[in-house]
């Protein structure tokens, strides 16, 4: 077996993908240099400075069942920073505030009849034991649905959350998106009528990024920031290596974190059928607005929406998590709305998110005093959640792509788990593990 240790290897995105797979590999001998186009490392999990604190853009939470997450935080010494709360759901519905937590939530569930509330509790306790992915990946979400929990259920729960998630009509979704949701839900809790215990880093996701980047950078990792990738360049079918503003640099393999269609841009040389592939693969974006209060709004971590004229998804107020002593005393909520590929919403200009966001929030909270609010910060991202049609798990490209030294590690792969931290760090661990398997046969090439 040849020494991994003489390959140098280059990484395209500097996100928790990106990172965690520098950490691997540089902990499997590997030279690693790390390529980011922003100047902070993070990608979606990067954070706002905000009068010397660190916000996260987005909000991030980690289950008490996200173990590779957990794993890695302890690995990278971060692990003084994660703090375990109990959080509380809640949901909104013709302009009331129910709690949806437990089944003794959903038995009192009123906009539910009792035959209605029963269903909603079978389908969440059938989810947990259907194993069988492929399946679920087959059967169109709303059959799925109604099957087991019934129209009526369907029609006041689960349609309306499904078209705000989704932005349009769900009719090419499969089960498994509600499926892996209410697995990784229930993960949380031991037994169901036990509590739901989230944890969150202080300094939010970031803490993880820079411990990690720390441990990297002390196993030699190189972290160019600000530095885009113009090109994978590819010479008689292997990566020869990447191209920035100032030329070719040469790599032994290069490994891409970025969304597929991105991917695709920056790799003209690779086969056109592969790049039909990437370029094929649709993304929900995000508009997310942060709202910083001076006080506290409601017990929820996630209040769900059913209402159709509200433009956002969900309230999601972070520090019914986070301590707000963590984010100088201030109280943080986000209003997401995941947006179509193509809706004109990613190209709202601030002002008009904002005026038409808080007029719908002052219908919610009729209380609502203009007085409570210290900010209103617009966030946006084009790629988020990848969109998965109706069996097409096939069309998942490989990370082992088909030219020889480029690999793929993107969030596409994750499916059908979710698009999230524990999700991507288990990705990432997997491909470390199978280009340093590759590695260890370059030399004899
Ligand atoms: C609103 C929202 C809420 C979320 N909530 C949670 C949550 O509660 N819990 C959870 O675990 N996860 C959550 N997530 C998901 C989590 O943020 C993602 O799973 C994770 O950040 C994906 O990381 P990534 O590295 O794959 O992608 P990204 O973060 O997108 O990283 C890709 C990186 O590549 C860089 N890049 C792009 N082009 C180039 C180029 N040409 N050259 C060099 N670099 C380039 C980008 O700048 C970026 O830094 C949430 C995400 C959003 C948007």
Not at 420 to 437: I, P
Request: aromatic share 10%.
């Amino acid at each position: 077996m040849s020494n991994p240790n003489t390959q140098h290897i280059a990484i395209v995105g500097g996100g928790v993908m990106g990172v965690t797979l520098a950490y691997h590999l540089a902990q499997g001998g590997m030279r690693v240099t790390l390529y980011e186009r922003g100047d902070q490392l993070g990608g979606l999990a990067s954070y706002m400075p905000y009068h010397g604190l660190r916000i996260d853009r987005f909000y991030h939470t980690i289950l008490s069942s996200d173990m590779s997450m957990q794993t890695l935080i302890k690995e990278s010494g971060a692990a003084g920073r994660l703090h375990f709360t109990e959080t509380k759901q809640g949901f909104y519905d013709d302009g009331r505030l129910y709690p949806f937590n437990t089944p003794v939530d959903f038995m009192r569930f009123p906009p539910l009849n009792l035959f209605q509330r029963f269903r909603l509790g079978l389908q969440v306790i059938y989810a947990q034991f259907e194993n069988n992915a492929a399946k679920m990946d087959r059967i169109p979400v709303k059959d799925w649905l109604v099957r087991i929990g019934g129209r009526g259920v369907y029609e006041k729960v689960w349609a309306p959350l499904l078209r705000a998630k989704f932005d349009s009509e769900t009719t090419d979704v499969p089960a498994t998106y509600i499926w892996s949701r209410l697995r990784r839900m229930m993960s949380t809790r031991q037994g169901v009528t036990s509590k739901e215990m989230m944890c969150y880093l202080e300094g939010g996701y970031y803490s993880l990024i820079e411990a990690l980047a720390a441990r990297c950078e002390e196993a030699g990792v190189v972290f160019n920031l600000g530095a885009p990738i113009e090109e994978i360049v590819v010479e008689r079918a292997r990566a020869l290596g990447v191209r920035t503003t100032n030329g070719l640099h040469r790599y032994d393999a290069v490994i891409s974190t970025l969304q597929s269609p991105i991917f695709s841009s920056l790799i003209p040389g690779a086969p056109r059928s592969f790049r039909d592939l990437l370029d094929k693969q649709e993304y929900l974006g995000v508009l997310c607005p942060l709202l910083i209060l001076n006080r506290k709004l409601t017990p929820y971590y996630v209040l769900n929406i059913t209402d159709k004229s509200i433009p956002f998804t969900a309230v999601v107020e972070t520090t019914n998590l986070i301590d707000p002593k963590h984010v100088g005393g201030h109280h943080l909520v986000y209003l997401p709305k995941y947006l179509a590929p193509g809706s004109e919403l990613l190209r709202w200009p601030d002002e008009q998110v904002k005026a038409e966001w808080l007029g719908h929030f002052k219908r919610m909270f009729p209380d609502f005093d203009a007085a409570w609010m210290t900010d209103f910060i617009v966030q946006r991202a084009r790629y988020v959640e990848p969109l998965r049609p109706i069996g097409t798990t096939g069309e998942i490209p490989p990370a082992r792509t088909p030219v020889e030294r480029l690999y793929l590690s993107n969030t596409v792969m994750v499916y059908p788990d979710l698009n999230n931290g524990e999700s991507v760090t288990r990705l990432a661990g997997k491909v470390a593990a199978r280009v340093l398997e590759d590695a260890a046969g370059w030399s004899r090439e």
